[in-house]
């Protein structure tokens, strides 16, 4: 059976492989995986690979679900700023775009592990389909599969949102355009 101390030995790799998936506080993430192993010993044993090998991806999907967590901390603390700041005269394509990212959001926090690790390295950290098969050892047309149907179901569950700002963003280019006419004195707009 694995130990945390047979997990431990490969600390520094932990370490090396948080900061390759661009935590800004490596040890700080690999310290945290290590409290979520203590606080749940029944993750211990889904950790075993083969009889006393860890399960190096399951280790990486720790780590980068610590990774996400902290980047998503770090955006609702910067988000929370945006919310205090007044914005005078918001028009209805921000609050339609915010809509949407949020609906988008909501979206991807219900899809399982594997969707969100793909789409983390592949839409956050830029990895290609390939760069992403040669790091984690799955199958190129397993990427590829997986990350359209991600986009489909992500299309398909926030339709709405996305009209409501396509809605809006007409309406302010419409206004733009009559205005920008209406100031160069078109004759078609009834000047």
Known sequence: MITI???AARHNEWIKMSAYLGSNTPEDIVQEMYLKLLENPDML???EYKENEVNTFYIFSIIRSKIVDAHRKESRESYDELLFDPIENPDTSEFAYQDLMESIKR???TMGDYDQMLLELHFVYKLSMRDIEERTGIPLHSIFNRLKNIKQTIKY?????????QEANNDKETI????????EGDPSNGN
């Open 5 to 7: 101390e047979m997990i």
């Open 45 to 47: 044993s889904r950790i």
């Open 107 to 109: 979206t991807i926090d």
């Open 157 to 165: 569950q926030n339709y709405e949102q996305y009209q409501s700002y």
């Open 176 to 183: 733009a355009r009559v205005g920008r006419y209406h100031r």
